[in-house]
Structure formats: C-alpha cells, structure tokens
Nanobody
Framework: QVQLVESGGGLVQPGGSLRLSCAAS????????MGWFRQAPGKEREFVAH???????YYTDSVKGRFTVSRDNVRNTVYLQMDTLKPEDTALYFC??????????????????WGQGTQVTVSL
C-alpha cells in the first residue's frame, strides 16, 4: 500500500519559516519524481515545487528564492523548506509522487500518488 504522509505544517507569522516533510512508503522512492502542490480555500490546487530523481528542482515563480525542495533517498522523504513566508502562502500543502515527464510537472494529473495534506497558515 502506497502512503505519502506530510508533516510540519502550522501557524507562523509573516516572514517566518516552516519545513514540510513528506515520508513515502510502498513505492521505490528513487524511481519517482516528487511534487508539492497547495490549495487555498476557494481556489484550485496549484503547483509549488518539483524535484526530479536526478534532484533537479523547479518552482512556481511566486516561491522562487523563498522555498527549497529537497529529497533524501535513504529516508524516502521529500522536504519543502519555506522561508520568508507571506500570508498568501496560506494553504493546504500536498506532496505527490509520479513518473512525470518534464513538460507535465506542473500538472496535478501527472502525479499518481498523493498525501492527505498539511495546513500552513501565515498570519499575525
């Protein structure tokens, strides 16, 4: 059974930092590219970041320079370090796994497995 379990969300003030983790089981982690998506209330799920099996990384423009995605292939875990957080970063954050081609990494449909999400709230 495949499981992706996110953790690390919470309430943080603007300008603060959080590190999200996503632990994978039931898959050969090294074979999968990993993505982070987020969904704010009343909005569609949007792409945040992606890391290939080669560890090449990609980001949506609004988080470039503030967020860093990484992976530990020994611990089967992907991370999202989020710095200089803004209120507009408030959302439910999901990790996803897929054998994605590069042209489709921003498309949620390209990922086969999803976690349940972890809430990030940026507020005073």
């Amino acid at each position: 059974q495949v499981q992706l379990v996110e953790s690390g969300g919470g309430l943080v003030q603007p300008g603060g930092s959080l590190r999200l983790s996503c632990a994978a089981s039931g898959i050969t982690f090294n074979d999968y590219s990993m993505g982070w998506f987020r969904q704010a209330p009343g909005k569609e799920r949007e792409f945040v970041a992606h890391i290939r099996t080669t560890k090449h990384t990609y980001y949506t423009d609004s988080v470039k320079g503030r967020f860093t995605v990484s992976r530990d292939n020994v611990r089967n875990t992907v991370y999202l370090q989020m710095d200089t957080l803004k209120p507009e970063d408030t959302a439910l954050y999901f990790c996803a796994a897929g054998r994605t081609i590069l042209s489709s990494i921003r498309n949620a449909d390209a990922y086969r497995y999803w976690g349940q999400g972890t809430q990030v709230t940026v507020s005073l």
